[in-house]
């Protein structure tokens, strides 16, 4: 029986991966260590099963005894105006994150990190391969996510080589759906909670930059595969998304007509918005010939909606099993938005 942990486990990608876990008769204990930064307790409500806990604290400071078969490493914010208010805790969190976490896995046990398709920079090939090195600007607005994913890579591979350890790296690219929070401030869900509060859709620059949409079913479906998988011998990094390549523009017209012809405004681009994002998925096919994005970015965006329409729908504030404030209660963050990350 596996004892299992997952940083990051009450935010969006995290939380579909603690409903996938405990689909596993082999996973006797799931710990969630979440800050409830980025993340909402409401992601993990729904579940019952006793076998989950939930630890309300920064992934670096970890206080436990506990050690893990299995540990998971998404705790980062995703979505760009997050995490450039605040670099010095997404570098804290991505890579002293790891360091704390890595104390607590088991000696045999498997590492698993979310990476990103950041790493690429604004690519200058397309599709991108994991062998594709990136242009990355190292003092630039983003390069407190950028270089914190790089440098935790770093030191995984590193401690891979130098001592054996299992570890598994993913490399998602864009991924929307469920359980984002509605002032994630990413183009999918602002140009949803726009188009259901009642405001024009916003699109930064032309919308022309493209990105590769992936739904979270087919995402953390590629996940699971990847990380539970033990006959392999990919050692290294792994694109997980769709490649279906879409302009931001195209989606938010895709979400305006959704919603019977919302307007659509355009403001200037955010600094160092990438201009296009598209996965090379050789390697994922050779290590998981079976996975693929199955659901088409016009259904995933249709049952986002859906999602977002029952989410915003007034309701009486009730206090959640985990202890979060309310959604009365909550302080809602004033971000910019960006229409494209
Ligand atoms: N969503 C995407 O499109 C995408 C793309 C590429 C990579 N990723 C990576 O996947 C992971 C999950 O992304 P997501 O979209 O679910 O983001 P998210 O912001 O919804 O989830 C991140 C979770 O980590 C928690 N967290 C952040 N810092 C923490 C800390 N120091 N200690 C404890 N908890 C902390 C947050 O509260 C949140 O619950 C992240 O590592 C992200 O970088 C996501």
Redesign the pocket.
Known sequence: MKRVLV??G?????SHMCDKLLLRKDVSKLVV???????RAENLAHIKDPRLHFVR????TLQTSDTFDEIYH??????PP?YMKEPK?TI??NLL?AFRLLDLLKKGGRFCF?????VYGDPLVSPQPESYKGQVDCTGPRSSYDES?RCTESLLFELQRTQGLDVRVVR????YGPRT?PDDGRAVSNFITQALTGRSITVFGDGLQSRSWGYVDDITEGFARYFWMNETDYRGPLNVGNDREISVLDVAKYVSSLMGGVPIVFKPSPPQDPTNRRPDLTNAKYVMPEWSCKVSYEEGVAKTLDWFRAELKPRAPKASAIGARSPRQRKPMQLSGFSSL
Not at 114 to 118: D, L, R
Not at 172 to 175: K, R, W, Y
């Open positions: 940083a990051g009450a935010g969006f990608i995290g260590v979440d800050n409830l930064w980025t993340g604290s920064d992934v670096e998404f705790a980062s914010p995703a979505s997050w805790r804290s969190a994150g979310t990476s990103s398709s950041e994913k998602p690219f864009n991924c929070r």
